[in-house]
């Protein structure tokens, strides 16, 4: 009879119980963390939406008006431009340089590929505030490394910091160089995943290495590119260091991006509240991709579920 009892199955009053008490367990857990969300960033957004109808003075409810300033200054309009141009471009091109060193260190022996991984890594560990310093070193109009050797091969001087185009450049080539071993260790992780039976299967059926990216590699790692694309999209966009480190938004203001437009409007000319508006308008941008993207990314894990 006591074995019988033993053995029974736990009743549901009993697991509805411990339900509650791994759920109670589970949010004390998480409470610090977001304790740290809502102090670090709810807190700061909603204080500057508050900021962002305010008067110069922090005086006076002005409601809308800093808005609608922005929207009638051609200089942020060229702020909004840049700072399209600035993260999509490099998210692009941090997207496919990655890709493709991803697929070339999976093909490497596992003891090759430990070693170029750990090399590989070195852009991203660095401090990006060290590392752009050593990049404006080698863009200095006198001293410049690169068109020393430029110089070698009977090349003239390139302005790289001192002309529009080539200063569009120079912050995305370093943010590219940057932020694309980011991408190479996240697909990596994704190919890694990939089940070998899925290649053989392709294979038996004659697929060839361009139709088993295309067919097996590519669906698989769906998830995590628009994942990856998301997350560096949005850091991308609020990207302050490289380019107030290199070109502090010049020529002419033609680098600026909305992070340090806003440190210039907001601290450099005592503006806060106007320097909120501007930090405010990345939000409804990044948001509509975002809403895209995780709509995406849900429609496909339901569908392979």
């Known amino acids: ?31 610090p963390l977001i ?16 900021l962002s109808t305010l008067n110069k003075r922090q005086t006076r409810f002005i409601g809308w008006d800093n808005f609608s300033f922005l929207l009638g200054r051609e200089t942020f309009w060229d702020v909004v431009f840049q700072s399209v ?36 890594l070195v852009p991203w560990v660095i401090p990006p505030a060290i590392s752009t310093l050593a ?7 006198s001293y410049s490394a690169f068109n020393w050797a430029l110089m070698g091969f009977g090349v003239d001087p390139v302005p790289w910091l001192g ?15 940057y932020g694309s071993p980011f991408f190479m260790i996240m697909y990596l992780a994704a190919l890694k995943s990939v089940p070998d039976q899925l290649y053989e299967a392709s294979a038996i059926d004659g697929a060839s290495g361009w139709q088993k ?3 097996v590699t590519f669906p698989m790692m769906r998830n995590i590119i628009s994942i990856t694309v998301l997350f560096s999209l949005i850091v991308t966009f609020a990207n302050f260091d490289i380019v107030r480190i290199l070109t502090n938004g ?12 806003a440190f210039q409007v907001g601290i450099q000319s005592g503006d806060i509240p106007l320097g909120a508006s501007v930090s405010l ?18 429609k496909r894990t339901k569908e392979m579920a």
């Not at 074995?3 to 998480?30: I, K």
């Not at 002309?163 to 160089?177: C, D, E, Q």
């Not at 020529?251 to 437009?261: K, L, M, R």
């Not at 941008?285 to 995406?296: E, K, P």
């Open 1 to 31: 009879m006591s074995d019988a009892v033993l053995l029974a199955p736990p009743r549901p009053n009993a697991l509805r119980r411990m339900a509650r008490r791994n759920s109670t367990t589970a949010f004390l857990l998480t409470l």
């Open 35 to 50: 304790l740290l969300i809502l102090g670090l960033v709810v807190y700061p957004f909603c204080y500057a939406v508050y």
């Open 85 to 120: 141009l600035f993260a999509v471009t490099a998210v692009l091109l941090k997207a496919a340089i990655g890709f493709i060193l991803a697929h070339v260190l999976h093909a490497l022996p596992a003891k090759g590929q430990r070693k170029w991984r750990g090399m590989l």
């Open 135 to 141: 990049w404006w070193w080698l863009f200095d109009p």
């Open 163 to 177: 002309a529009t185009g080539w200063a569009r450049f120079s912050v995305i080539l370093v943010n590219v160089w």
């Open 213 to 215: 990216l295309r067919f």
């Open 250 to 261: 010049g020529p002419q203001d033609s680098t600026h991006v909305f992070a340090t437009y």
């Open 281 to 298: 308008f990345m939000f409804p941008l990044l948001a509509v991709f975002a809403i895209f993207t995780l709509r995406g990314v849900n």
